[in-house]
């Protein structure tokens, strides 16, 4: 079971934090990310970080967003600061197996389970 917190409504050049918790099953050696889509839009990837702390982001949020996690809880967090506009969506929190690729952290096909989602809006 995957489940996300921390959504809400900041405005332009704010932060907010989200947090996942990863209960039931888990993996070993595993990977975690955060994906977004907003309306009208595909699901993107925007952080993902492996089991050995490796990560990824997408473009759009580098140098603005950190991913961690606490391996020992199974806990995922985003840290979102200077957020934009077009950073308005919902957020989702994925769990998989662990990827040799660190290119696949960005891939909604490496991950097997997924969160709720939670939304995200961020005024001008």
């Known amino acids: 079971k995957v489940v996300e917190s921390g959504g809400g409504s900041v405005q332009a050049g704010g932060s907010l934090t989200l947090s996942c918790q990863v209960s039931?099953?888990?993996?070993?050696?595993?990977?975690m990310g955060w994906f977004r889509q907003a309306p009208g839009k595909e699901r993107e990837g925007v952080a993902g970080?492996?089991?050995?702390?490796?990560?990824l982001y997408a473009e759009s949020v580098k140098g603005r967003f950190t991913i961690a996690k606490d391996s020992a809880t199974n806990t995922l967090s985003l840290q979102m600061n200077s957020l934009k506009p077009e950073d308005t969506a919902t957020y989702y929190c994925?769990?998989?197996?662990?990827?040799?690729?660190?290119?696949?952290?960005?891939?909604?096909?490496?991950?097997?389970?997924w969160g709720q989602g939670t939304q995200v809006t961020v005024s001008p």
């Open positions: 994925a769990y998989g197996p662990a990827s040799h690729l660190i290119s696949r952290l960005l891939s909604s096909s490496a991950y097997t389970y």
């Open positions: 039931g099953d888990t993996y070993g050696a595993h990977s």
């Open positions: 970080i492996r089991w050995d702390a490796s990560t």
